[in-house]
C-alpha cells in the first residue's frame, strides 16, 4: 500500500520546488529526473519532444499542448488527443516507447526532451548533442506523481501540477472513505493485453488499483513488475470472484465467457467479466487519469456502495477541469 499513498510527500516536495525557485522561469534549473540522472535546463522551455505517451498526457494536463513539437508514434489512435490536443496528431513522430529516431529529434531542436526509463542509453546520446532529456518511471501512482512534479518544475507549470494533485489527494480520501466499511472484498482477477493468461503480480500498477478499489488482486501470490503469464489450472485454482479485462486487451468479454475450460470459474459462472472501456484512455494504466480507473473497479466490485451515476459524473467533471474537455457521451461502460 506505501506505493498508493500520495499524499503529504508529493505535496510537501512541490511546495520544495516552488519555494526554491526563487530565480524568474527563464533562467538555468537542475533537476533529478526519475533515473536519478541530474538534467540541467538551460532558459524558458518552449519547444518539448514527448516520446511516451504517459508523458505526452501529462503535458495535456499541465497546459503544455502548444510546446510540444514532437510526438510518440500512434498518436492518431489516441481518442484523448482528438478531443484535447487536436494539434497533436499532425505532429513529426519521433518514436516509441522503445525507440527514439535522434535525427528526427534534432531535426526538431528542442529546448526538453522527455523519455521513458528504457530509453537511456538514447537519453545519454543526445546529451552529449546537448539536449537536455528527462527520464521518466510513471510505473506505480506515486511515481506518476513525481513523474509530473518533475515535468511541471523543468516547464514552470508547479501551479497545475499542483492543483493535479491536490485532487487526487482528494479523490483518493474519497475512495478510501467509501470503501472503508467493506468487510468484504471480492477476488478480483485482470487480465493482460494479449491474453487473458496473463495477469499483473502484486508488484504491478493494476494490483494496486484493484486493492484501492475494495478488491483483492487474484494473483497477489504472484512476484514481478510485469504480465505474468498462467496456465489454465492456475487460474481454475484462483477462481476469482470478478474478471476484468485490459482496455487494451486484444479479446473481449465473450472471449472469456465462450472458453469451456473456464466454465468453473466463479466470476464466468456468475457472468461476471467484464472490460474496461477504450472510448479516451486506457484507465487501468498509469496515466494523469488514474483515479477513474480505481473509481470505475469501483462500481464494478461495490455497485451498492458507488454508482454509475457517480462515476460518470466524477469522469465528467475530472476531465473538464483537467483536459479542457465537455464529455457529451455516456463512456464509463
Not at 526509463?117 to 528527462?134: F, H, K, T
Not at 515535468?151 to 508547479?158: F, H, P, R, S, V
Not at 493494476?206 to 483483492?216: D, H, N, P, R, T
Amino acid at each position: 500500500m506505501k506505493k498508493i499513498l500520495l499524499g503529504f510527500s508529493i505535496v510537501l516536495a512541490l511546495s520544495f520546488l516552488g519555494c526554491n525557485r526563487t530565480a524568474p522561469p527563464a533562467l538555468d534549473r537542475t533537476l533529478i529526473d526519475q533515473a536519478g540522472r541530474s538534467v540541467s535546463i538551460t532558459g524558458s522551455v518552449e519547444r518539448i519532444v514527448s516520446g511516451y505517451y504517459i508523458s505526452t498526457t501529462a503535458l495535456i494536463t499541465l497546459g503544455l499542448t502548444d510546446k510540444l513539437v514532437g510526438i510518440e508514434a500512434r498518436a492518431a489512435e489516441r481518442p484523448i488527443y482528438k478531443l484535447a490536443a487536436p494539434n497533436f496528431l499532425n505532429l513529426p513522430v519521433v518514436g516509441t516507447s522503445r525507440e527514439i529516431n535522434i535525427e528526427n529529434t534534432l531535426a526538431l531542436k528542442p529546448d526538453l526532451i522527455i523519455l521513458p526509463i528504457r530509453l537511456r542509453q538514447s537519453a545519454e546520446i543526445l546529451e552529449e548533442l546537448g539536449l537536455p532529456v528527462l527520464l521518466v518511471n510513471p510505473e506505480s501512482p506515486q511515481e506518476l506523481m513525481e513523474m509530473i512534479i518533475l515535468i511541471a518544475a523543468a516547464t514552470d507549470t508547479e501551479k497545475k501540477a499542483l492543483s493535479l494533485i491536490e485532487h487526487y489527494n482528494r479523490s483518493l480520501e474519497e475512495i478510501k472513505e467509501v470503501t472503508l466499511p467493506i468487510t468484504e472484498k471480492p477476488l478480483t482477477y485482470i487480465g493482460g493485453v494479449g491474453s487473458y493468461l496473463t495477469t499483473a503480480p502484486k508488484d504491478m500498477y493494476q494490483s494496486s488499483m484493484i486493492e484501492l478499489a475494495g478488491g483483492i488482486n487474484a494473483a497477489h501470490s504472484l512476484n514481478g513488475t510485469s504480465w505474468q503469464t498462467i496456465s489454465y489450472e492456475q487460474l481454475l485454482a484462483m477462481n476469482p470472484d470478478y474478471f476484468i479485462i485490459s482496455a487494451d486487451a486484444q479479446y473481449n468479454v465473450e472471449d472469456v465467457l465462450g472458453d469451456n475450460r473456464l466454465s468453473n470459474i466463479s466470476a464466468v459462472s456468475n457472468g461476471r467479466v467484464y472490460k474496461m472501456p477504450l472510448n479516451l484512455e486506457a484507465w487501468d494504466s498509469p496515466i494523469p487519469s488514474f483515479t477513474i480507473g480505481i473509481r470505475w473497479i469501483l462500481n464494478i466490485l461495490h455497485k451498492d456502495i458507488y454508482s454509475k451515476e457517480a462515476l460518470a459524473e466524477y469522469i465528467t467533471n475530472f476531465y473538464l477541469q483537467f483536459y479542457g474537455i465537455q464529455l457529451t457521451d455516456n463512456i464509463e461502460q
